[in-house]
Nanobody, 127 residues
Framework: QVPLVESGGGSVQGGGSLKLSCITSPNTYGNCVGWFRQAPGREREGVAAISTGGSNTYYDDSVKGRFTISQDNAKNTVYLQMNSLNVEDTATYYC?????????????????????WGQGTQVTVSS
């Protein structure tokens, strides 16, 4: 199991940007790492995922062109750069990981695919 620590959440006005970080331990390389979000009263939904062993990336349609997932293996960190934020992006964001796995199009959105989760970081976007 890969311990995960998220950071970078906060409050921002619509149109603004935030960058979330997920530190994985002991290593980032070779995992499927996903970002999910959950708003009050809604189910947890997949936002983006990356295969850190091959850099394949996946995005939900609602964030394509606005969010970018990336990795820095030297820092054991996966990032989620979020631009052009709007009120619908308000949620608690969670980092998740499955060790020694590649993300794939069929499973990356499935929370049950992941074996480890972070504690969550709140993102609030005001209009």
């Amino acid at each position: 199991q890969v311990p995960l620590v998220e950071s970078g959440g906060g409050s921002v006005q619509g149109g603004g940007s935030l960058k979330l970080s997920c530190i994985t331990s002991p290593n980032t390389y070779g995992n499927c790492v996903g970002w999910f979000r959950q708003a009050p009263g809604r189910e947890r939904e997949g936002v983006a995922a990356i295969s850190t062993g091959g850099s394949n990336t996946y995005y939900d349609d609602s964030v394509k062109g606005r969010f970018t997932i990336s990795q820095d293996n030297a820092k054991n960190t996966v990032y989620l750069q979020m631009n052009s934020l709007n009120v619908e992006d308000t949620a608690t964001y969670y980092c998740s990981a499955r060790e020694y796995a590649y993300c794939n199009g069929a499973r990356w959105r499935d929370p049950d695919y992941y074996r480890a989760w972070g504690q969550g970081t709140q993102v609030t976007v005001s209009s």
